[in-house]
């Protein structure tokens, strides 16, 4: 197989193509929001009509929630979309690019795809899975570019403070550098929302969409928060890639973010019970010789645990998926593979009988 054929994306080539599991904790999308749940939909979805820089009402409403002007958004095809515009605004080939460890791959793919060369920081299970600014200072090169975070974390869940955010933003302004955080599960994480990076000064550049923590996975409705030039320069390389988004989908976006609190709403009733149900089993002392975990915010529809005795939790997630019928991530997806991703998103009547056959299937494990 030569480059040019190579999957650059592992974790997303399987999410798409592995075997479904009767109870499946694999997908981090929220519950999807059914048509009659968004009132006036039908009424207000046009097909067509004037968006060449994104559909005016849904900038202005993406620039109204986050206290941004216009100027500052551009808009783009779900997160991932607004990840590459960004990194596209920001690098040129031959440039470096700090990424964590362990990343949602795709963001490492988009550098590999623009030319950029990848280099990686930690974020240590030992340490609560938060970035050390020092370790980011450390790896920095006179061709560093841009420092890539994700906040909630994907895949561990954990959140940044703004006070770990600031200090790792002005270490790239003394390098010449910017910080892009995607922050599509920001916010699941209902009660102690992490701040918004791109208000910490031009150094930040956020990624966002409705995918994650508004169950809107279908629209594909995302945007870049950023600087004036940053944000231009996003909306220039989305000539490059497809010109202007889905008219019907920024449409009913900016119908969604009209409803934002009870769309945010139905999203807590389910993250809150189902994100306590993980943090019950994970917490319970009889998994304790089995598993390890850093417990996210309560919200967070992924967590991270960690298989102990183990290098590589492999062989645990096929003999979970065959025996006990759970799909769970593989940890090597995010270049951890003692680990594996749990995803609880999905409606409390299928998560919480797939988080039994979970606690069954680590028992088993353990005895076998």
């Not at 409803?259 to 019970?273: F, P």
């Amino acid at each position: 197989m030569s480059d040019r054929e190579a999957v650059r994306a592992p974790y997303m080539h399987w999410s798409k193509t592995h075997p479904p599991a009767p109870h499946e904790l694999t997908g981090s999308n929220l519950s999807p929001v059914a048509l009659a749940e968004l009132p006036r939909a039908r009424d207000t979805l046009a097909l067509s009509g004037p968006n060449d820089e994104g559909y005016t009402p849904f900038v202005g409403a993406i620039a109204a929630r986050y206290g941004v002007e216009a100027t500052r958004v551009c808009t783009a095809t779900g997160t991932s979309g607004a990840n590459f515009l960004a990194m596209a605004a920001v690098l040129r080939a031959g440039d470096e690019v700090l990424i964590e460890c362990p990343a949602y791959d795709p963001i490492l793919g988009i550098a590999e795809m623009l030319g950029a060369r990848a280099l990686r920081f930690d974020r240590r299970f030992d340490r609560g899975f938060q970035p050390d600014p020092d370790e980011i200072e450390a790896a920095m090169t006179p061709r560093t570019r841009l420092i890539v975070l994700t906040n909630l974390h994907n895949p561990s869940g954990v959140a940044l403070s703004s006070e770990t955010l600031a200090e790792i933003g002005r270490r790239a302004d003394a390098a010449g550098a910017k910080v892009l955080v995607d922050e599509v599960y920001r916010e699941c994480a209902f009660e102690a929302t992490p701040p918004l990076a791109a208000s910490l000064g031009d150094t930040f550049i956020s990624t966002n969409s409705l995918t994650k923590s508004w169950g809107l996975a279908g629209l594909r409705a995302g945007w870049v928060i950023a600087s004036h030039d940053v944000a231009e320069g996003a909306r220039r390389a989305r000539d490059v890639v497809d010109a202007v988004g889905s008219f019907p989908s920024e449409v009913l976006a900016t119908l969604a973010l009209e409803q934002a609190e009870k769309l945010l709403e139905r999203s807590r009733s389910i993250l809150l019970r189902n994100s306590r149900l993980l943090a019950d089993l994970m917490s319970d002392a009889a998994v304790d010789d089995i598993v390890d975990w850093v417990r996210p915010p309560a919200g967070s529809p992924v967590a991270f645990p960690r298989l102990l005795g183990t290098d590589d939790a492999g062989r645990f997630v096929k003999w979970l998926h065959d025996g006990f019928g759970v799909g769970v991530v593989p940890g090597r997806f995010f270049q951890t593979p003692a680990h594996f991703r749990v995803a609880v998103g999905g409606e409390p009547s299928a998560v919480e009988p797939a988080l039994d056959a979970l606690r069954e299937g680590l028992f088993a494990w353990r005895d076998r």
